[in-house]
T-cell receptor, first 112, second 108 residues
Framework: DTGVSQDPRHKITKRGQNVTFRCDPISEHNRLYWYRQTLGQGPEFLTYFQNEAQLEKSRLLSDRFSAERPKGSFSTLEIQRTEQGDSAMYLC??????????FGPGTRLTVL | KNEVEQSPQNLTAQEGEFITINCSYSVGISALHWLQQHPGGGIVSLFMLSSGKKKHGRLIATINIQEKHSSLHITASHPRDSAVYICAVLRTGNQFYFGTGTSLTVIP
């Protein structure tokens, strides 16, 4: 399967802990996006990369959130000092330039 | 006010009915996407439009740039079409904005 993959699929953590999610995009795609989706809402844009450069960050991305794509391939999203309000589905998508985006299955985070 | 508004929020239809979901947006865009999300979270991109009309099987998407409006039509609806349909716009500043989705249930 050469689609977008995300790991882990589910993460339960205690408030105050740090968590890191990984996204592996479709290999030939140069753009990688992170979104957050809470129950009953549409996804919200967090940030995106073109190759290894992080080109845009939403104001939703507080200082506790950091994303990297060090070699222009996989990406990681880290949340430090998690809060209960961080509980959501974190979605990754990739595309070649501005073409159609392909989404991963998401990582569901629950902060207790 | 959201930059992207969808209507209706919920829709129940009988199998075979023609379905229309609407999306209005208030910002300048370079493209509009229609996405399908099934229970469990998986999202599939159905269409990407910047003008006119696209058709794929029983699905048709149209966009009117001047009126800042797009519609997704499903002909001969089927229970397997039951899902949440999300409209997303790509702003000219390269940021995506999403509608809250339309939850469609097609009853056999």
């Amino acid at each position: 399967d050469t689609g977008v993959s995300q790991d882990p699929r589910h993460k339960i953590t205690k408030r105050g802990q740090n968590v890191t999610f990984r996204c592996d995009p479709i290999s030939e795609h140069n753009r990688l996006y992170w979104y957050r989706q809470t129950l009953g809402q549409g996804p919200e844009f967090l940030t995106y990369f073109q190759n290894e450069a992080q080109l845009e960050k939403s104001r939703l991305l507080s200082d506790r959130f950091s994303a990297e794509r060090p070699k222009g391939s996989f990406s990681t999203l880290e949340i430090q000092r998690t809060e209960q309000g961080d509980s959501a589905m974190y979605l990754c998508a990739s595309s070649q330039d501005f073409s159609e985006q392909f989404f991963g299955p998401g990582t569901r985070l629950t902060v207790l | 006010k959201n930059e992207v508004e969808q209507s209706p929020q919920n829709l129940t239809a009988q199998e075979g009915e023609f379905i229309t979901i609407n999306c209005s947006y208030s910002v300048g865009i370079s493209a509009l996407h229609w996405l399908q999300q099934h229970p469990g979270g998986g999202i599939v991109s159905l269409f990407m439009l910047s003008s006119g009309k696209k058709k794929h099987g029983r699905l048709i998407a149209t966009i009117n740039i001047q009126e800042k409006h797009s519609s997704l039509h499903i002909t001969a609806s089927h229970p397997r079409d039951s899902a949440v349909y999300i409209c997303a716009v790509l702003r000219t500043g390269n940021q995506f904005y999403f509608g809250t989705g339309t939850s469609l249930t097609v009853i056999p």
